[in-house]
């Protein structure tokens, strides 16, 4: 199974991306060790796994701690060594949404949107909540996972332009 990691990490408000290679890593701690060393001192650490076009997972480390983790698909674990290292622990619910059954308010243009929108095809883990902080709401997280026609690739993209960091990734990508 192919994959794409990239880190992208903020250290006094600058962005920067690496691509970080996985390979014989032996466990999620180890994959966290990889991305704290992208930048020891970065105030957040991210790591985008794209896998197969298919399946994405992020990483997250605020000040080289406290690592958070979302994967698009726990499927994943099923299919490849390292989806099993960095998904196959995770609970087979997504945390971070509102568990209300209150109707959200309509979406701009006066039209409902479904709560949440996620592929039912896709088992989503994790925390879905990783990027509410930076401006990518669980539901909007999941949203981007769910939607017809979008590769891992174009949901990191999307990510990465709320994030302004897009540039950095994309260039990782010509390389």
């Given amino acids: 199974m192919s994959y794409f990691a990239a880190a992208v990490v903020r250290d006094e408000g600058e962005w920067s991306a690496a691509e970080v290679n996985l390979r ?56 490849s060594r390292l989806g099993a290292l960095l998904v196959g622990d995770l609970k087979t619910s997504v945390t971070g949404l509102e568990e209300s059954e209150e109707p959200r308010p309509p979406a701009a243009g006066g039209e409902e949107s479904e709560q949440p929108v996620v592929d039912p ?24 996972c769910a939607q017809e026609g979008m590769l891992p690739a174009d949901v990191t993209a ?18």
Wanted: charged share 35%; proline share 2%.
């Fill in 121 to 144: 095809e896709a088992d989503p883990v994790g925390d879905a909540d990783i990027l509410a902080d930076l401006g990518i709401s669980a539901q909007k997280l999941l949203e981007l």
């Fill in 24 to 79: 014989g890593a032996s466990d999620i701690d180890d994959v966290a060790d990889r991305l704290r060393d992208v930048e020891p001192d970065a105030d957040l650490s991210l790591l985008f796994v794209e896998a197969d076009d298919a399946y994405l997972v992020i990483l997250r480390l605020d000040e080289g701690e406290d690592l958070r983790i979302f994967g698009s698909d726990s499927a994943y674990a099923e299919e």
């Fill in 158 to 175: 999307e990510v990465c332009q709320v994030l302004g960091c897009v540039d950095e990734v994309e260039e990782l990508r010509e390389v």
